[in-house]
């Protein structure tokens, strides 16, 4: 079993839509967790972090997580093009190593 | 504010040939990480330093592959000697370590391809 698992997609939502990316990881003393998004030909860049239970907002964004079922998820509403992207969850347990998931491609049709 | 900076952006060799990936972090940052990214596996951590101490290198590939950082403003990343499928993108990362798992900021990477 991986660590951080993503389905790989793609994930194709039109214009407007909600989208709902997944990821599931497997060490339950993970403490924090990331969102990152990767255009492509560029680098990662952190979009959203959330460290305890519950929901986060943030403008269109909403991170979700769930520690006893060991599932974080991020919620992108208004879809635009723009957000078209590999999104890539991220899970620190603890200390200096993060473990990033293969990512979830998203496509945004106009 | 002046992001990661890496050089250089792209690195074209042949087999057998040195290379050497060089890294400036975010100033006051004190952790760096490098990764490699390819279509099949994905981000990979190679090797992360806290303060300037290598922490873990157990993502290294190969003794071929080594990490230094000198000071706190230059990392670099050297492969010797190159192998075709060392061809990937590597990137590095900072961050402001808080004690609370780590926000990484990522430079725009090199693009490696070893002919």
């Known amino acids: 079993q991986k660590e951080v698992e993503q389905n790989s997609g793609p994930l194709s939502v039109p214009e407007g839509a909600i989208a709902s990316l997944n990821c599931t990881y497997s060490?339950?003393?993970?403490?924090?967790f990331f969102w990152y998004r990767q255009y492509s030909g560029k680098s990662p860049e952190l979009i959203m972090f959330?460290?305890?239970?519950g929901d986060k907002e943030d403008g269109r964004f909403t991170a979700q997580l769930n520690k006893a079922s060991q599932y974080v998820s991020l919620l992108i509403r208004d879809s635009q093009p723009s957000d078209s992207a590999t999104y890539l969850c991220?899970?620190?347990?603890?200390?200096?190593?993060?473990?990033f998931g293969a990512g979830t491609r998203l496509f945004v049709k106009a | 504010d002046a992001g990661v900076i890496q050089s250089p952006r792209h690195e074209v060799t042949e087999m057998g040939q040195e290379v050497t990936l060089r890294c400036k972090p975010i100033?006051?940052?004190?952790?760096l990480f490098w990764y490699r990214q390819t279509m099949m596996r994905g981000l990979e951590l190679l090797i992360y330093?806290?303060?300037?101490?290598?922490?873990?290198d157990s993502g290294m590939p190969e003794d071929r592959f080594s990490a230094k950082m000198p000071n706190a403003s230059f990392s670099t990343l050297k492969i010797q000697p190159s192998e075709p499928r060392d061809s990937a993108v590597y990137f590095c990362?900072?961050?402001?370590?808080?004690?609370?798992?780590?926000?990484?900021?990522f430079g725009p990477g090199t693009r490696l391809t070893v002919l």
């Open positions: 060490d339950r003393g993970s403490q924090s």
């Open positions: 991220a899970v620190n347990t603890g200390g200096f190593k993060t473990i």
């Open positions: 330093f806290n303060n300037n101490v290598p922490i873990d």
């Open positions: 990362a900072s961050s402001p370590f808080s004690g609370r798992g780590n926000e990484q900021f």
């Open positions: 959330i460290y305890s239970n």
């Open positions: 100033s006051g940052h004190n952790s």
